[in-house]
């Protein structure tokens, strides 16, 4: 009977150590960030989420390929002024004036998507590209790409202003993306949701660009301070 009880309670063990491994593989932002408007929280419910975008931001600001090493970036909304010359892509987070690699460019619209392919030897990224009736629009290779540790950009063509995914390089050290994790049929994918104006002179609902991402993983944030965010532009 004792031996039963120890197999039990190492079993018990094992499974609460895993669903605890689990729970903490990814944390959310402290603080959360307002998003103002309602747009955001009634689009994702046409979705069929049941994400509250105002709680449940995770802080999912650089990411790395997962074991197939491919992913899938779909743009499932564009709800702003500067739709039209708006691009994105992505870029090496630990490079302190990383180049930027496109994968959606101004000329795409909603239910566009791309396939990312991260190899190595060289390292590379091949953003193979397709519009929303899943036409081949291009398909482009990056080399340097740092497969284990890069970032989403926004760009406007207009002003060339460049807000990343990483808070500690924007204005103001500011949150221009959210993340969050899907729910329901959506498990296992992340909304990322675009604020593409910097915060101190925007609306901050962060529907300006609205993504799916597939087969990717987030990484720990670490986080930012004024020191640390100056010594990643020191030459």
């Known amino acids: 009977m004792k031996q039963r009880l120890r197999v039990f309670i190492a079993t018990a063990s094992l499974v609460v150590l895993g669903i605890a491994s689990q729970a903490s593989a990814f944390s959310p932002r402290v603080p959360q960030?307002?998003?103002l408007g309602g747009?955001?929280?009634n689009y994702l419910n046409s979705k069929g989420e049941t994400i509250n975008v105002l709680t449940d931001q995770q802080d999912a600001q650089i990411w790395s390929q997962s074991a197939s090493g491919n992913g899938a970036l779909t743009l499932m909304v564009e709800?702003?002024?500067?739709?039209?010359v708006n691009?994105?892509?992505?870029?090496?987070?630990?490079?302190?004036t990383p180049p930027l690699y496109q994968v959606f460019p101004a000329a795409a619209s909603a239910g566009w998507f791309a396939i990312m392919s991260f190899r190595t030897l060289p390292d590379r990224v091949v953003v193979n590209l397709f519009d929303a009736t899943a036409t081949l629009q291009g398909t482009?290779?990056?080399?340097g790409i740092d497969a284990n540790n890069f970032g989403f950009y926004e760009q406007n063509g207009n002003t060339g202003l460049v807000l990343y995914s990483q808070d500690g390089r924007n204005p103001g050290l500011a949150a221009q993306m959210l993340a969050y994790?899907?729910?329901g049929i959506n498990a296992g994918e992340w909304w990322l949701c675009f604020e593409?104006?910097?915060l101190a002179n925007s609306d901050r609902d962060y529907d300006d660009a609205v993504m799916i991402l597939e087969s990717v993983n987030p990484l720990a944030t670490v986080p930012a301070t004024l020191g640390g965010v100056k010594s990643l532009y020191r030459k």
Do not use: I
Request: overall charge negative; cysteine-free.
């Open 33 to 35: 960030v307002p998003v």
């Open 39 to 41: 747009t955001l929280q």
């Open 79 to 84: 709800l702003s002024a500067d739709a039209g």
């Open 87 to 96: 691009s994105f892509g992505l870029y090496n987070a630990s490079n302190p």
């Open 140 to 143: 482009t290779t990056y080399l």
């Open 181 to 183: 994790q899907g729910t």
């Open 196 to 198: 593409d104006a910097p």
